[in-house]
């Protein structure tokens, strides 16, 4: 893997505006890093698709997707030429895998009948997991035209892959949790965590779910709140004021999509105003505000391996730690 840079609260502190694109001309909606860290995906409501260097903080690509838009991408394993997308188009819900370097679908996958929610390959596996509108959560195989696995839930749904790609966590549309074994699924759920008493507000849906790089935690983030919780009892750790100020109204567009950094130490997440905040994980204790957006970034990220975070709204926005600093 990449040698991982050593991050600290002093050098959180120091990062910085390095370079703003706006090559997209609608709002960002999705952002994916390579595990290597050296290349980054963004799509945005413009249909475009982006590809950038890391190293350069460089463009390397630019394609489009007209017939089915996308709202969502990720990089596959650690290929930068392949990535599962998800369709924007209301009327035509389907994912795609997508060669970048060939651009064309190797495969569609037909079966979410509502909006697409979430999109998460597996580590290593040719196995990925997708949520939807439509109340269910299916596991697919990229050789396969159906998914492999259903999960039926109650609303809007959601799930991800820890890291090392042996469990997968699920919301379904209540404040809970499940957690299933990637290989042993079909025996159900092996443990769920109630958050009913952690999640508040009209509507406490998850919208994100996400293991930390170490495994240890869960981030559980609804419309109004962004919730640490231990990846193996449940229990809340902290919770990171990521809700509009009284009296405000929500945001519009969708909600934030947070991070973790590789190292687990520091959880990232646009809020109401435009500014990204960089909390301490286990503690919320806030570290640095990145500030400069005009809107709320739906998409902050840190690199897997290097000193830099990218935030996305209107624009897409490249920190890294300012030299010039004492």
Do not use: M
Not at 267 to 287: I, K, M
Request: proline content about 6%; aromatic content about 10%; charged content about 20%.
């Amino acid at each position: 893997g990449a040698a991982q840079v050593a991050l600290s609260d002093a050098l959180i502190q120091r990062l910085a505006v390095g370079k703003v694109y706006r090559n997209h001309t609608g709002h960002l909606s999705g952002l994916d890093f390579t595990y290597d860290g050296l290349h980054l995906v963004t799509c945005g409501e413009d249909n475009g698709v982006y590809v950038y260097n890391c190293e350069r903080a460089q463009q390397v690509r630019h394609l489009r997707c007209e017939k089915y838009g996308v709202s969502l991408i990720r990089f596959l394993h650690n290929d930068k030429d392949g990535a599962i997308a998800a369709s924007r188009n209301e009327g035509d819900t389907v994912l795609k895998y997508w060669d970048f370097h060939e651009n064309k679908y190797l495969r569609i996958f037909r079966s979410h009948t509502a909006r697409l929610t979430s999109v998460c390959p597996h580590p290593y596996e040719d196995i990925f997991l997708s949520g939807s509108e439509d109340r269910t959560v299916l596991l697919w195989d990229l050789r396969q035209d159906r998914p492999t696995a259903k999960i039926n839930g109650q609303g809007p749904t959601n799930a991800s892959f820890d890291q090392q790609g042996l469990v997968f966590a699920a919301c379904v549309g209540k404040p809970k949790i499940h957690l299933f074994d990637t290989r042993n699924y079909a025996k159900g759920e092996f443990t769920s965590f109630d958050l009913t008493q952690h999640l508040r507000g009209p509507d406490p849906v998850a919208r994100s779910v996400l293991f930390s790089p170490c495994g240890k935690y869960l981030l559980v983030r609804t419309d109004t709140q962004l919730a640490l919780v231990d990846a193996f009892d449940g229990e809340l750790i902290c919770e990171y004021p990521v809700a509009p100020a009284e009296g405000q109204a929500l945001p519009d567009g969708p909600t934030p999509v947070p991070s973790f950094s590789p190292d687990s130490q520091y959880v990232l997440c646009g809020v109401p105003g435009g500014d990204a905040c960089v909390w301490q994980t286990t503690n919320a204790r806030l570290v640095h505000r990145l500030a400069g957006h005009t809107a709320q970034p739906t998409r902050a990220a840190f690199s897997p391996a290097h000193a830099l975070c990218v935030t996305a709204a209107e624009t897409l926005a490249w920190w890294i730690p300012d030299t010039a600093s004492p």
